[in-house]
């Protein structure tokens, strides 16, 4: 008998995340965290909006939304033209200025009144996995002991344990750039950051230097976020501690003053390192998170992606658990998340290049600039940065399938309600439209699994089908006439939820 379903290790966004989906899928799950206390400093700032919608999927984001700024236009690579993000098609086009601290306390609480466990200052160091389960080696407080567990997923950030014992590849790029960072406050007045892009008010550049400053206000008053960056430079030491000299220089350095540093809250070194692990599963194993990829946090993907591995691991996970989901759906995880994730590094790589200020690379910057003036390349950095244009390679022929449900308002004969309120318990939706509502009975065989919903559009929308199967993790995976095309209905119910109830 395994002592758990399913041991999550790491208690960060990704690992917190995916506790919540595994305990709302009716998983036995544990989390293991090595740091008896949460790290306190904010790394990520902010939700992307495809993030947003996740939360809102589980009815989730209302306290993430209360008192949070929003950023209508974001940055691509601190080029002068703005991505503007009042275009995108969802009903958050923004930005959520959101810390990482304030996402993991949430998603932490969330994850417990969910009936989780969290088992702080508990270190995965063995591990171990055969046919029936995965045997984990797990030192706390007293010593080390031993858990039993169906499956077990690495959300150990970067230089993640788990990826090591499992023996996954993590290939990648080396640091080209050093980046020394800091969140502090300045008696001094700072210089205006002029061409340094829309999100950037301060700051120094020097192209000859090719390295630059710039000083980004954070929600406290009179507190900023300093960031240093040298080109063509690497840390001997990438983890030796940042001290206060060290940054008052690399200001002088580069700007000729330290304009008062004072109130450091927070110093740490960055570099543009850039891995993926070859496989975000094996076996019994997988990564999500920071432990599948890392990147240089240029518009700011890295927690986002980590959340949106978790949402499409989590039911996925418990499919398997309550045995109606075989190896074909796990493997899909590694089929759709690691192409997100090349993606996403490749335009992280793309932003720092052009954030070079090396002089010759300006004809590349202003060729950027100017392309993202045109309206469609704009809209293609920004929902490529916001992860809405996402598109899994599902089969079948509707447009919509493999892509993100739009939130549509529905009508039903009892309310007005907004598609994505009937994902709040993470049941996979059946969404019958007009004259499809009520002309097929597909679906009551899976209704411990698949939730129907019949209405009607509240607006004419040209991107819908009479129906749609949609996943829990709100794409779609099926479209079509539920009565004309009733076997591929069929079909995509058994391949996404297994075999029908008897
Ligand atoms: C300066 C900076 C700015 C950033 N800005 C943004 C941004 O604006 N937007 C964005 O989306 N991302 C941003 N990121 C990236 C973001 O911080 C990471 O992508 C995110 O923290 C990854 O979350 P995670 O849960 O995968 O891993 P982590 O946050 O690294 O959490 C992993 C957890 O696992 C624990 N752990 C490790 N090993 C073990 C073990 N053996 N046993 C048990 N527990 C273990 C760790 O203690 C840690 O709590 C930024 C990063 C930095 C450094």
Redesign the pocket.
Do not use: I, Y
């Given at each position: 008998m395994d002592d758990v379903d399913v041991v999550v290790?790491?208690?960060?966004?990704?690992?917190t995340m995916l506790a919540c989906e595994l305990r709302l899928a009716g998983v036995r799950t544990l989390v293991?965290?090595?740091?008896t206390e949460p790290?306190g400093h904010a790394?990520?700032?902010?939700l992307h909006a495809r993030t947003i919608e996740e939360f809102e999927l589980r009815g989730a984001h209302e306290d993430l939304l209360d008192g949070a700024p929003k950023l209508r236009g974001g940055h691509f690579a601190s080029l002068p033209s703005p991505l503007v993000y009042e275009v995108l098609d969802s009903r958050h086009p923004y930005g959520l200025y959101r810390t990482?601290v304030e996402v993991e306390e949430l998603l932490t609480a969330r994850a417990r009144r969910l009936g989780a466990e969290i088992r702080r200052g508990?270190?995965?160091?063995r591990l171990e996995q055969d046919d029936t389960g995965v045997t984990a080696g797990i030192r706390g407080p007293d010593g080390e002991y031993q858990i039993r567990s169906r499956y077990l997923v690495g959300?150990?950030?970067?230089?993640?344990?788990?990826r090591k014992l499992a023996g996954i590849e993590f290939p990648g790029q080396e640091p080209s750039l050093a980046v020394l960072?800091a969140d502090a406050k300045f008696s001094g007045e700072l210089p205006v950051g002029e061409g340094m892009g829309p999100l950037r008010p301060y700051g120094v550049v020097r192209p000859e230097k090719r390295a630059w400053f710039s000083a980004v206000p954070l929600f406290e008053p009179g507190l900023h976020r300093v960031m240093v960056f040298w080109y063509g430079r690497t840390f001997p030491d990438r983890r030796a501690p940042v001290t206060e000299q060290e940054m008052r220089a690399a200001l002088v350095d580069i700007a000729g003053s330290d304009f008062g540093l004072c109130d450091i809250e927070w110093l740490?070194r960055?570099t543009d390192s850039s891995r993926q692990a070859e496989q975000y599963r094996r076996g019994r194993v997988f990564l999500?998170?920071?432990?599948a990829h890392v990147t240089f946090?240029a518009g700011?993907?890295?927690?986002?992606?980590?959340l949106q591995d978790s949402m499409n691991l989590g039911w996925k996970l418990g499919a398997a658990v309550h045995g109606w989901g075989g190896d074909a759906l796990l493997d899909s995880y590694h089929s759709e998340r690691h192409p997100v994730g090349e993606l996403v590094l490749r335009n992280t790589r793309l932003q720092v290049v052009l954030l070079d200020p090396d002089p010759n690379l300006r004809a590349l910057r202003d060729t950027f600039t100017d392309l993202l003036r045109m309206p469609q390349v704009n809209r293609y950095f920004a929902g490529l940065g916001v992860a809405l244009d996402i598109e899994y390679d599902l089969p079948g022929a509707h447009p919509m399938i493999g892509r993100r449900m739009p939130d549509v308002p529905l009508v039903t004969p009892e309310s007005r309600r907004y598609l994505s309120e009937y994902f709040h318990c993470g049941h996979g939706v059946l969404v019958m439209l007009g004259r499809a509502a009520g002309a097929s009975d597909a679906g009551t065989a899976w209704k411990d699994r698949v939730d129907v919903v019949t209405g009607t559009a509240a607006e004419p929308d040209d991107r819908l089908a009479n129906a749609f199967l949609v996943r829990p993790d709100g794409y779609v995976c099926w479209a079509g006439d539920p009565v004309a095309e009733a076997a591929e209905l069929r079909a995509a119910l058994e391949t996404w939820f297994g075999a029908p109830l008897r």
């Open positions: 290790v790491g208690g960060g966004p990704a690992g293991v965290e090595r740091m790290f790394k990520a700032l902010g990482q508990h270190e995965l160091v959300c150990d950030g970067g230089r993640s344990t788990t960072l740490t960055l999500a998170g920071d432990a946090p700011g993907p890295g927690m986002n992606m980590g």
